[in-house]
């Protein structure tokens, strides 16, 4: 069994910054590619960025890179979105999910996902 639990969604002016964690248990983390999406009212749940299971290769959506960075602690079993110089556009729900294809892209590849949390920036 896999469980993914994420945390550190808050409340941020524009231009400030939040990490999230990705806290996994199961089998999932030192063998998937663990990603973080994002889904916003009336929106699409959209992929924001990824990371493989060694760590070595990411993927960041156009709209965030230069201002997110993912990243994972193997002996803490977790994934981190650092996300820098916020803006509004940013507001969603924010949700860690597991894969096992390398640098999967499609949202149907990810089999197991966290409960979500909230990331609001304020203009």
């Given at each position: 069994q896999v469980r993914?639990?994420?945390?550190?969604?808050g409340l941020v002016q524009a231009g400030g910054s939040l990490r999230l964690s990705c806290a996994a248990s199961g089998r999932t983390f030192n063998s998937d590619t663990i990603a973080w999406f994002?889904?916003?009212?009336?929106?699409e749940r959209e992929l924001?960025?990824?990371?493989s299971r060694s760590g070595?290769?990411?993927?960041?959506?156009?709209?965030v890179k230069g201002r997110f960075t993912i990243s994972r602690d193997s002996a803490k079993n977790t994934v981190y979105l650092q996300m820098d110089t916020?803006?509004?556009?940013?507001?969603?729900?924010y949700y860690c999910a597991a894969s096992p294809r390398f640098l999967a892209t499609m949202i149907s590849s990810?089999?197991?996902?966290?409960?979500?949390?909230?990331v609001t920036v304020s203009s």
């Open positions: 993914l639990v994420e945390s550190g969604g994002r889904q916003a009212p009336g929106k924001v960025a990824g990371i070595g290769s990411t993927y960041y959506t156009d709209s916020l803006k509004p556009e940013d507001t969603a729900v990810y089999d197991y996902w966290g409960q979500g949390t909230q």
